[in-house]
């Protein structure tokens, strides 16, 4: 099968040469590649350029109005049968494109998503992040396979669709906040089957500073009162987890001031909590300093996501702005 890989970039020409370097040595060969260039100042043109004597690929550049629709305009110009969608800040094993044309062949979906992993050459504070994104402890089983808590539903930093999918989709509806978990449920409501190829992996960069991932973690907070704007009931008690995180620190802080060593006892519940994670991520991470990097980062986590649900819910946010025409 022919494919074309449509990958959005925004100023990122370092990440899009370490990604092309990985689809040359991609052993199945059949595909093509768009680079969509989103109105990035430091543009990634010159990097494409010098890989055109090595891959079948083509550059575009556009106005910045989201990787949702710059994904779409890539997947409006592609020759494939089938679309693989990558982030811009991903390492690519060599067989990957080999495991989907094996997998596709043998059991065919119309949208397939692929797992994430920690590379060995990510830094302490990109481990740390990984782990209290895919650790059960952290995310209650929320992310990475089929077996997650609900429905297994692809997210576009590795994720394939067929043209078909694509024709009666239209594609995305929302340029960003949201828009690949927007975009797989009405895929699975429109009744197309999906599914995680478990060989199809890629290692996702993490954020590189805990304060970079507490702004991502906040940016997914409002992506989900966003979502389910749009599909209600798509808010499950996992969700409001951080929520009643935020409440307890409330709470906490309340009981410190106004109560003082009677209050102190309200403590107890977040050191064991604490405790737990720092002692799961050594395990997990072999590195006593990984883990505390762990723990800082699973409390940011809780933190923005928390409230990036309190800032979306009383935002004057029209639904509809910013959508798809």
Request: with cysteine.
């Amino acid at each position: 099968m022919f494919y074309s890989i449509i990958i959005p970039v925004y100023n990122r020409p370092d990440h899009i040469q370490e990604v092309l370097e990985c689809l040359v040595d991609q052993t199945y060969k059949n595909f093509e590649i768009l680079i969509v260039e989103s109105g990035s100042p430091i543009k990634s043109d010159k990097v494409v350029e010098s890989f055109q004597d090595k891959l079948k690929i083509r550059y575009f550049f556009k106005r910045n109005d989201g990787q949702g629709f710059s994904r779409n305009y890539g997947m409006e110009r592609a020759e494939g049968e089938y679309f693989i969608i990558f982030d811009s800040d991903l390492i690519i094993p060599s067989s990957y494109m080999q495991t989907v044309e094996d997998s596709l062949t043998d059991n065919y979906l119309d949208v397939y998503g692929g797992p994430d992993k920690a590379h060995s050459s990510f830094t302490m504070v990109q481990k740390a992040v990984d782990f209290v994104l895919t650790s059960f402890i952290t995310t209650g089983g929320s992310r990475g396979g089929a077996t997650s808590v609900g429905k297994y539903r692809p997210r576009s930093f590795n994720m394939g669709i067929s043209k078909k999918v694509f024709k009666a989709t239209k594609g995305y509806l929302l340029p960003f906040l949201g828009e690949d978990i927007e975009f797989s449920i009405r895929i699975e409501k429109m009744g197309f089957q999906s599914g995680l190829i478990e060989g199809a992996y890629v290692y996702h960069k993490r954020k590189e500073s805990l304060w970079g991932f507490y702004q991502q973690m906040h940016f997914f907070g409002r992506a989900r009162i966003n979502i389910n704007r749009f599909h209600k009931g798509n808010i499950k008690l996992m969700h409001l987890i951080p929520l009643g995180f935020l409440g307890y620190l409330y709470l906490l802080l309340i009981c410190m001031i106004w109560y003082q060593e009677d209050g102190a006892i309200v403590v107890v519940p977040l050191l064991a909590h604490a405790s737990l994670i720092y002692v799961v991520a050594t395990v997990a991470l072999r590195n006593p300093i990984t883990a505390v990097l762990a723990l800082i980062a699973a409390y940011c986590q809780l933190v923005g996501y928390g409230s990036g649900l309190v800032r979306e819910v009383y935002s004057n946010s029209n639904p509809l702005k910013g959508t798809r025409k």
